[in-house]
């Protein structure tokens, strides 16, 4: 596996709560996905949670209409937002657990908990061609839960990773974190799943994750809109990705010598 396999998702979401916080139509999301290609992101990200808080219906079909980047639609599985997703139909569409009083994704979705529910979700998205990934913690069980569902992509969910990382940098807990990514990786790849990851990466702790070889796409939105506030969105993205591209070229190299 090449460094160029990494590819990186960029979240706008957040594009979209510094406009609702005043109203009108600036920032606009579907801009900031126009220079997210510019500066080499390989896919857009954008989660229509059920209370509008940031990205809007509006949003969606515009995105749809205007990108030519892959869509990864995250989406909560109610009827709602299955009937939105076979209507748009986006390139992808990642199934995510939702609270509303919640300030960020808390967790990974509960597949194995949930595989009653969610393997019709599954079933309508796949038929409908729209590629199913379910957000999950980094644990066998939900693994393997994807894998009886039928979905053919998993996220994992890098949040416990990185608010180790940042209490710990180098310690214990930081290092669990990221063993057990780089395990549920691993047995991702052995179930036939491709493997993605995101939720809280920095321009630092991003460097362990994409090391690891078996993940095939980064998703990142938060980090990336606060980082453009002080240099710019172009310029935040191609920093992560040449992040990313050197750790996973340093990390083949290690492996070869």
């Not at 979209?16 to 579907?30: F, K, M, S, W």
């Not at 066998?140 to 710990?168: N, S």
């Not at 939105?221 to 453009?228: N, Q, S, V, Y």
């Amino acid at each position: 596996m090449t460094p160029r396999n990494l590819r990186l998702g960029v979240n706008i979401d957040h594009v979209a709560t510094i406009r609702n916080a005043r109203g009108g139509g600036h920032p606009d999301p579907v801009r900031a996905a126009r220079q997210a290609a510019d500066a080499g992101a390989d896919g857009i990200t954008a989660h229509l949670r059920e209370d509008r808080r940031h990205i809007s219906d509006d949003d969606i079909q515009r995105l749809i209409a205007s990108i030519d980047l892959p869509l990864n639609f995250e989406m909560a599985a109610t009827p709602e937002m299955l009937e939105i997703a076979l209507r748009h139909r986006p390139h992808a569409a990642c199934i995510v657990p939702e609270k509303r009083l919640e300030v960020t994704t808390e967790g990974g979705l509960d597949a194995a908990g949930g595989h009653n529910v969610l393997k019709r979700y599954c079933g309508r998205l796949s038929d409908a061609d729209i590629r199913v990934s379910l957000f999950i913690d980094p644990d066998p069980r939900q693994l393997e839960a994807a894998q009886a569902l039928g979905a053919p992509v998993v996220e994992l969910h890098t949040g416990a990773y990185c608010e180790a990382f940042i209490a710990d940098m180098a310690g214990t807990r930081a290092q669990d974190e990221l063993a057990r990514l780089q395990r549920a990786a691993a047995l991702a790849q052995d179930l036939g799943l491709e493997c993605h990851a995101g939720h809280g990466l920095t321009y630092d702790s991003v460097k362990p994750v994409a090391a690891i070889a078996s993940l095939v796409e980064l998703n990142i939105g938060h980090f990336l809109i606060g980082e453009a506030i002080y240099v710019g969105l172009e310029s935040a993205i191609m920093r992560m990705r040449a992040i990313m591209n050197q750790a996973r070229a340093d990390a083949l190299a290690a492996r070869r010598a």
